[in-house]
């Protein structure tokens, strides 16, 4: 719990390297859920191996959890 409420970032990486990740509930204000999207984008960025090459991030969507993804710029949430 200390570490969720202390900024922690957890995500789940696919074979396909599809990374899924919660960023929030609905009570959620919009800048809490921006800043959360931004950290797990920063996590991501820093999870990226030496050997790797080229554009790591390539797409993003944000989906709630049985709805339509909705696609968002990568420069946008990369900083």
């Given at each position: 719990?200390?570490?969720?409420?202390?900024?922690?970032?957890?995500?789940?990486?696919?074979?396909?390297g599809i990374v899924q990740?919660?960023?929030?509930?609905?009570?959620?204000?919009?800048?809490?859920?921006?800043?959360?999207?931004?950290?797990?984008?920063d996590a991501v960025s820093?999870?990226?191996?030496?050997?790797?090459?080229?554009?790591y991030i390539q797409r993003?969507?944000?989906?709630?959890?049985?709805?339509?993804?909705?696609?968002?710029?990568?420069?946008?949430?990369?900083?």
């Amino acid at each position: 719990v200390k570490g969720a409420k202390g900024g922690s970032v957890e995500f789940r990486v696919e074979k396909a390297g599809i990374v899924q990740a919660g960023i929030g509930k609905a009570s959620f204000s919009e800048d809490k859920l921006v800043e959360n999207v931004k950290a797990l984008a920063d996590a991501v960025s820093k999870a990226k191996p030496a050997g790797s090459k080229g554009t790591y991030i390539q797409r993003v969507a944000v989906s709630s959890t049985m709805g339509p993804g909705v696609k968002v710029e990568p420069g946008t949430i990369l900083g």
